[in-house]
């Protein structure tokens, strides 16, 4: 179900290289061109913790999230070919954990509707799973509450 065009100012999407990835960055196009609204392309890159371990694990920990950060931006590169050129149409780099960085995204540009690509029901029941303390812990509030 789409939402009222009117009421739309701003649309942001979870973008990943994946199929899923691809119809939820069609389905947040489709309703930014027909609400006029401003898109926002997020690709998030998780971060490992670099303050902890060894000095040989923390060297890893930060290499390895560089290569996560250069991924980031190149599916935001695959993103901005999908589209095309439009001036409504921002792209957002983001690190950390992914509900934390996407609430946050949709707080600094208003996102009236935020489109995230959709999950097979075994990660759905793995991330409900998550204890209370995990979920404070990523900066993701607990949805009972």
């Known amino acids: 179900?789409?939402?009222?065009?009117?009421?739309?100012?701003?649309?942001?999407?979870?973008?990943?290289?994946?199929?899923?990835?691809?119809?939820?960055?069609?389905?947040?196009?489709?309703?930014?061109?027909?609400?006029?609204?401003?898109?926002t392309v997020a690709s998030v890159a998780p971060q490992q913790r670099t303050d902890v371990g060894c000095a040989h694990c923390r060297a890893s920990a930060r290499a390895w999230n560089e290569q996560l950060r250069l991924l980031a931006h190149e599916r935001l590169s695959k993103a901005a070919k999908t589209i095309g050129d439009s001036p409504a149409v921002h792209y957002l780099a983001a690190c950390g954990p992914e509900c934390q960085v996407l609430a946050q995204a949709a707080r600094q540009h208003e996102a009236d509707i935020v489109v995230v690509p959709w999950r097979r029901a075994e990660r759905l029941r793995r991330v409900v799973r998550l204890s209370l303390a995990s979920r404070r812990t990523s900066g993701c509030e607990d949805p009972g509450r």
Not at 6 to 21: D, F, H, M, N, P
């Open 1 to 39: 179900m789409k939402p009222a065009p009117e009421r739309v100012r701003s649309v942001l999407v979870a973008y990943e290289a994946s199929r899923e990835g691809g119809a939820a960055l069609s389905y947040a196009l489709d309703i930014a061109r027909a609400a006029g609204a401003t898109l």
